[in-house]
């Protein structure tokens, strides 16, 4: 099992910038940020693949969000910009191997190893 830490989260008005970080040695791999708000289900932010740097993100943070990895860091950042109040949730870390032939698809159930998340709150 992979271990993912997150870091980062915090509370900021809306408009505001915040960089989340999540610290893992992974190697091709797809990795990505997903967040669930209270009552609400768990929904795919961004996801990137490690190796190659190719990305995906949600219609609802494209122009805004952010997600790089860091190798020789061992790191991988989600820079979220122009905060709304709508993306206040608690975000995930996650991860999968990358399989030859496919993609990294922002898709949950794809994802097999996750942090424990770091609370964003965003206020009016």
């Known amino acids: 099992q992979v271990q993912l830490v997150e870091s980062g989260g915090g509370s900021v008005q809306a408009g505001e910038s915040l960089r989340l970080s999540c610290a893992a040695s992974?190697?091709?791999?797809?990795m990505g940020w997903f967040r669930q708000a209270p009552g609400k289900e768990r929904e795919g932010v961004a996801t990137i693949r490690t190796l190659r740097g190719d990305t995906y993100y949600a219609d609802s943070v494209k122009g805004r969000f952010t997600i790089s990895h860091d190798s020789a860091n061992n790191t991988l950042y989600l820079q979220m910009n122009s905060l709304k109040t709508d993306d206040t949730a608690v975000y995930y870390c996650?991860?999968?191997?990358?399989?030859?032939?496919?993609?990294?698809?922002?898709?949950?159930?794809?994802?097999?190893?996750w942090g424990r998340g770091t609370q964003v709150t965003v206020s009016s």
């Open positions: 992974l190697s091709n791999y797809c």
């Open positions: 996650a991860s999968h191997p990358f399989i030859f032939g496919d993609t990294c698809i922002i898709k949950v159930g794809r994802f097999d190893s």
